[in-house]
């Protein structure tokens, strides 16, 4: 074996003895030369590599072995399925431990900081406090882990219960297990941060007490904000090449559904003569698959199919189109039937039965993590992106993959409690990211956006709905008709455009 070519077997998650014995069968039978090299190895596990039609011919290859092969090359497995844990919380008590569950999940992650070992307990940080405003020579504070605190500055972290712009700056709420805490941020950056915050997100924060004589300002100054964020990090990749496709916002049932574009597209999976459409291997649905009804005022104007029943059938019709071959995951979004309030379990089986059926295809719920071939994708319609859009500075709906960011950013799929984003009383809180993905998908608000942050690569898939009147009244100009691809092996996306026919 060229050394080459045992570099190449050592990278690969499948059975290497399997694939050389199977080398070695076919080189017996054409009486080649006995050292394996790096394309005997392309020629087993990727069958489209060979070199010649007559070389085909000649080998007489048993496809079945190289297919089982191939097969086991591209590994899939859900990480995490929303669908699992919901309904498990009821009324106040349901929120009460919601939220417990958000800040201790987000605690934990910010505790990878160096600057987490000095997180004080806010009633602590004010006892501090009070007995310096009195005189008592005792400034014995300590911090979450029972350590004594010394420092000027304090660190507390707790979720942001509100901020509001006042004439000397941007005053800031947080609120842990203990109590709440007023802090102001008075310079330009610290107040430019604190304006991007959402409210109800994990923050930590570095904070220092003031008081002067003439009482121009008393009380807790922000000298430092710290987001959980996701860190830098280098993304994992797959060993071998694949691809998949990004879609989300089919709304089967409107009369803006763009069925002949659609139908390109799936007719595009199947054209095997298509050296690209050979590579993927894998498919994630984004959500909002039908139009539904009821879901915003006058919606029945818009619709061609106006029974749900009826869309969800034409579109089962249409999913089943999907080559076999492919691994199909889909997620739910707010115009589907079930649950609407987040987390979504996966699409009720009495409605999409017939896609459960369907071996090549995953029903998942929203959010859910996917691993592919390695390389882990966070699903997420992305109803949130609504509130995160309507509140950060500088945010419209042409810049999807923005607001996407401010998510990673908060370590949050939804944030922002009580605004257009219904949340459930969950005793787990499965919104907040404790895991960072390698690609974050979502759709919802119908604009193509990609951008790389810190390692991740943000994708929102657009649409395959045409501008609706609501649209127009909200301002958004969607970019339907694209299928997103991810090339698996080097994250590097590609558009295709179904908008026109495609010369084959």
Not at 87 to 112: D, M
Not at 338 to 344: H, N, T
Request: one cysteine or more.
């Amino acid at each position: 074996m060229h050394p080459d070519a045992f570099a190449m077997l050592k990278g690969l998650d499948t059975d290497i003895l399997r694939i050389v014995q199977d080398i070695i069968k076919i080189k017996s039978k054409q009486k080649q030369s006995s050292t394996i090299i790096i394309d005997d190895i392309k020629r087993l596990i990727n069958p489209e590599s060979k070199v010649t039609t007559e070389d085909s011919r000649n080998s007489n290859i048993d496809t079945n072995i190289d297919n089982s092969v191939l097969e086991k090359q591209h590994n899939h497995k859900v990480i995490l399925d929303a669908s699992i844990n919901v309904n498990t919380g009821e009324g106040v008590e349901g929120y009460t431990a919601l939220f417990r569950s958000r800040y201790e999940k987000s605690l934990r992650i910010l505790s990878l900081r160096p600057e987490s070992k000095r997180i004080a307990k806010i009633t602590s940080i004010k006892q501090k406090t009070s007995r310096n405003s009195k005189n008592i020579k005792s400034d014995k504070s300590y911090d979450m882990g029972g350590n004594l605190i010394s420092n000027s500055t304090s660190i507390v972290s707790g979720l942001l219960m509100s901020k509001r712009g006042k004439k000397n700056g941007v005053e800031m709420v947080i609120d842990d297990f203990s109590g709440s805490l007023s802090a102001l941020a008075t310079t330009n950056e610290l107040k430019k941060q604190a304006s991007m915050l959402t409210l109800d997100q994990m923050v930590m924060l570095e904070v220092e007490n003031i008081s002067n004589n003439k009482k121009v300002f008393q009380g807790f100054v922000v000298k430092d904000i710290i987001s959980p964020d996701i860190p830098d990090h280098l993304p994992t990749r797959s060993k071998i090449e694949s691809y998949v496709v990004l879609i989300s916002d089919i709304h089967v049932g409107s009369k803006n559904f763009m069925e002949a574009e659609f139908i390109r597209f799936l007719n595009w999976l199947s054209s095997n003569d298509d050296e690209l459409v050979r590579k993927i291997k894998f498919i994630c649905i984004g959500g909002d698959i039908i139009d539904g009804i009821g879901i915003f005022p006058n919606q029945d104007k818009e619709l061609l199919e106006t029974d749900t029943s009826k869309q969800v059938s034409h579109a089962i019709d249409l999913l089943n189109k999907i080559p076999k071959n492919l691994r199909v995951f889909i997620i739910p979004g707010n115009h589907d039937p079930g649950r609407r309030a987040l987390p979504q379990p996966s699409l009720p089986k009495r409605d999409f039965n017939e896609l459960y059926l369907l071996e090549n295809f995953t029903m998942i719920g929203n959010p859910s993590m996917v691993e592919l071939d390695g390389v882990k994708i966070l699903m997420y319609h992305g109803q949130s992106l609504d509130d995160i859009i309507a509140t950060t500075p500088g945010l419209d709906y042409s810049k999807p993959a923005e607001a996407m960011k401010i998510l990673l950013k908060t370590r949050h799929l939804s944030p922002i409690y009580g605004q257009r984003t219904p949340i459930a009383p969950e005793l787990e809180d499965m919104m907040v990211i404790t895991e960072v993905p390698d690609i974050f998908h979502s759709g919802h608000v119908h604009v193509m956006g990609v951008q790389n942050y810190r390692g991740t690569l943000i994708v929102n898939s657009g649409a395959w709905q045409s501008q609706t009147k609501f649209q127009q009244t909200m301002g958004v100009v969607p970019t339907p008709g694209i299928a997103i691809l991810v090339n698996l092996a080097t994250l590097q996306p590609y558009q295709m455009s179904f908008n026109q026919p495609l010369l084959m």
